[in-house]
């Protein structure tokens, strides 16, 4: 049985750059790196108790999506704040606030608030706060 989702894995254009707006932005600390051919391609990054593994684009890594390209993913986060102390980190941060709050409810059909946001590539970031 399915207890949860361990990690998401997204592709980029530039790893350094993604690394750095997510740590600045939400916090992210960098766990692990793997090398191929001598470069960093994937780095483990922990946002709180969720992991994102992110790959630059191109890194040569065979056991991924079958297109891996920058800007596909849509991915959720759970806030343990309040949602409108979550969209005045954003901002304070320079991240514009694309929706929310708005009303949503969570995986275990919790009532909640959101906000929405895109990373670098143009993922689309939400915090979802119960």
């Known amino acids: 049985m399915i207890s949860g989702i361990d990690h998401v894995a ?5 790893l350094d750059a993604t690394c ?6 939400l916090g992210a600390q960098v766990e692990e790196a793997y090398e ?9 990054v922990a946002l709180g108790q969720a992991i994102l593994n992110i790959h630059q684009q191109g890194n040569g ?9 920058p800007g596909s993913v849509d991915i ?12 005045a980190q954003l901002e304070s941060r320079g991240v514009t606030v694309i929706e929310g709050p708005a ?3 969570s995986a275990d059909a919790i009532p909640g ?9 143009g993922n ?7």
Not at 76 to 87: E, H, M, P, S, T
């Open 10 to 14: 997204i592709t980029v254009a530039d």
């Open 113 to 121: 608030q959101s906000v929405y946001f895109r990373d670098l590539d």
């Open 61 to 69: 890594v065979e056991l991924v999506a079958r297109q891996p390209v």
């Open 36 to 44: 191929i051919g001598g470069r960093i391609a994937v780095k483990r």
């Open 103 to 105: 009303a949503r409810t």
């Open 124 to 130: 689309l970031v939400e915090l979802l706060a119960t």
């Open 20 to 25: 750095a707006f997510y740590a600045h932005v």
């Open 76 to 87: 959720c986060f759970r806030w343990l704040g309040d949602i409108v102390a979550a969209k």
